[in-house]
C-alpha cells in the first residue's frame, strides 16, 4: 500500500529541542529518504540525552563505522520521523549539510540553549597552565581558557558569529583554519580566557539543563577557581 503523507508539522521551540538542533547541526546529519535522522558521537551519555531530549522509545545505541581518523569508538542513534524530518529541513538542516549548511531558523530565545548543543557536539573548552612567560627575569604562571566552535561551513561560522555577539556577553574571533592532508578547511569561533569565563553562566544558566556532563563540570570547576581567587592571572 502507498504510504499516507502526513501534514506538516511545526514543532515547539524548548531548550531540549534547541539543544537537540545544536547537536544535529554538528554531529548529526539527515538520511537522502526524507525521513532518518542520525546522530552520531563517541560519548554514549550525550546519545542518551540527546534521545532523552526528543523522548524516544526503544531506540538502541549502535556502534557505528569512524571516518578513519578517530581514536575512541563511536555510537550511534537512528530515528525514522518524517514530521522532524521536515521541520528540520524547514529551519536550515538539510541532507549533505556539511559545507553548504548557514542560518539556522530558530528564535534568540533559544539561542544559548542550541549554542550549548553545538559546544557539546564538535565545540571544546580548552585549559592549560602556561609556565613559559619570563619577565625581567621572573617567571609567571598563567592559567589559559579557550572556547570554540567549529564548522566547515564558511557561512554557518559567520552566521553563528553574528548571533552570537546579538545574544550574548562575548564577541569571540573568527579563525580560518586551512586543511591539511587532504582534510577540508575549517573555521572555528574562539573565544578567550576572560569572554569564556562571562559565557560558561550564561551557557549554563541553571541546574538540570541538557548538556554534556564532563563539558559542564570543567566550565563550572574554572568558574569556582574565579570565586576562590586562584585564577589571578
Known amino acids: 500500500m502507498p504510504r499516507i ?3 506538516f ?7 531540549e529541542l534547541a539543544y537537540v538542533v545544536g547537536l544535529l547541526v554538528t554531529d548529526g546529519n539527515l538520511s537522502k529518504d ?4 542520525n546522530m552520531r558521537s563517541s560519548d554514549r551519555d550525550l546519545l542518551k540525552t540527546f534521545i532523552c531530549c526528543l523522548q524516544i522509545k526503544n531506540n538502541k545505541i549502535g556502534v557505528s563505522h569512524g571516518d578513519g581518523y578517530s581514536k575512541k569508538p563511536c555510537y550511534r542513534v537512528q530515528l525514522s520521523n518524517v514530521q522532524l524530518y521536515n521541520w528540520l ?15 539556522i531558523n530558530l528564535p534568540d530565545t533559544f539561542f544559548r540553549d542550541f549554542l550549548r548543543g553545538h559546544l557539546d557536539g564538535d565545540g571544546s573548552i580548552f585549559t592549560y597552565r602556561d609556565t613559559y612567560n619570563i619577565y625581567k627575569g ?9 572556547t570554540s566552535f567549529i564548522s566547515a561551513s ?5 552566521w553563528l558569529h553574528a548571533t552570537l555577539v546579538r545574544n550574548s556577553p ?12 587532504s582534510r577540508a578547511d575549517m573555521w572555528q569561533i574562539k573565544i578567550a580566557k576572560y ?26 570547576r574554572l568558574l569556582m577557581r574565579v570565586r576562590n581567587n586562584k585564577l589571578i592571572r
Do not use: M
Open 195 to 220: 569572554e569564556s569565563l562571562k559565557l560558561f553562566p550564561w551557557l549554563y544558566y541553571k541546574k538540570n539543563l541538557p548538556a554534556l556532563k564532563r563539558k559542564r563540570q570543567l566550565a563550572e
Open 170 to 181: 562575548v564577541k569571540g574571533v573568527i579563525i580560518h583554519r586551512p586543511g591539511k592532508d
Open 9 to 15: 508539522k511545526e514543532f515547539t521551540w524548548t531548550p
Open 5 to 7: 503523507k502526513l501534514p
Open 89 to 103: 529541513t524547514s529551519i536550515g538542516i538539510k541532507p549533505a549539510k556539511t559545507y553548504t549548511i548557514a542560518a
Open 138 to 146: 621572573k617567571r609567571y604562571i598563567n592559567t589559559r581558557i579557550y
Open 154 to 158: 564558511k557561512k554557518h561560522i559567520a
Open 34 to 37: 526524507g525521513r532518518h535522522i
